[in-house]
């Protein structure tokens, strides 16, 4: 049984400063592996999809799933679907089942309306400088509240998983001599080189 609570000291010092979206990754990614039974991974053995987009509050959520998962962008393991949203599924690619867990539209509109976010986070006062009696109620209402409260479970369901190739081919581009995977190259002239000096 995965607890959320065992994560936040090493997911606050890894993420850099306190908020409650990075701890709300950290429930709903716990909720998820309890759910669909699964273990951290150290390698690849599941993949997290996030419905998180660019440029928006609140994608510090997703440190808290790659935390708490060991899904993490290194190991290609975890990935962006650009919808604006906080889902996440989750996938355990040896039974190809999958869960997905996503936090009450509720209880996030009600953290918009605290301190944290109306006098600090949306006049742009950088996280890192928003007063510990703004944030830590709202860290410890996270951590704190049922699940039911603050996420919705689905049932675990079918997923049709394909793993995609992993390739080990590289090679010295030949005008700048940075090294490149083979499947990224470019034919310039005769020569063998990365994107960049082709784009030259």
């Not at 049984?1 to 890894?14: P, S, Y």
């Not at 990754?25 to 999809?49: F, P, Q």
């Not at 190809?96 to 009600?110: C, F, G, T, Y």
Request: glycine letters at 8%; aromatic letters at 8%.
């Amino acid at each position: 049984m995965t607890n959320a609570k065992d994560w936040l000291e090493f997911g606050q010092k890894f993420h850099g400063h306190k908020c409650p979206a990075m701890p709300n990754g950290l429930r709903v990614a716990a909720a998820a592996m309890n759910k669909l039974d699964v273990e951290r991974t150290g390698d690849s053995a599941i993949h997290a999809i996030l419905e998180l987009g660019d440029n928006h509050c609140a994608t510090c959520f997703a440190d808290g799933v790659q935390v708490i998962t060991g899904c993490t962008f290194g190991k290609g393991n975890i990935e962006k679907s650009h919808k604006g949203k906080w889902g996440l599924t989750l996938i355990d690619k040896k039974t190809k089942k999958a869960v997905r867990v996503s936090p009450k539209a509720e209880a996030m509109l009600q953290t918009k309306k605290t301190d944290f976010f109306k006098n600090y986070r949306e006049k742009g006062v950088p996280p890192t400088q928003v007063p510990d009696d703004a944030v830590q109620p709202l860290v410890e209402k996270v951590m704190n509240a049922p699940e039911e409260m603050i996420m919705n479970v689905s049932e675990v369901f079918d997923y049709p998983w394909k793993e995609g190739a992993h390739t080990f081919n590289s090679f010295a581009c030949e005008e700048c001599g940075e090294m490149v995977v083979t499947e990224y190259a470019r034919i310039k002239g005769n020569k063998h080189v990365c994107q960049d000096c082709a784009a030259k």
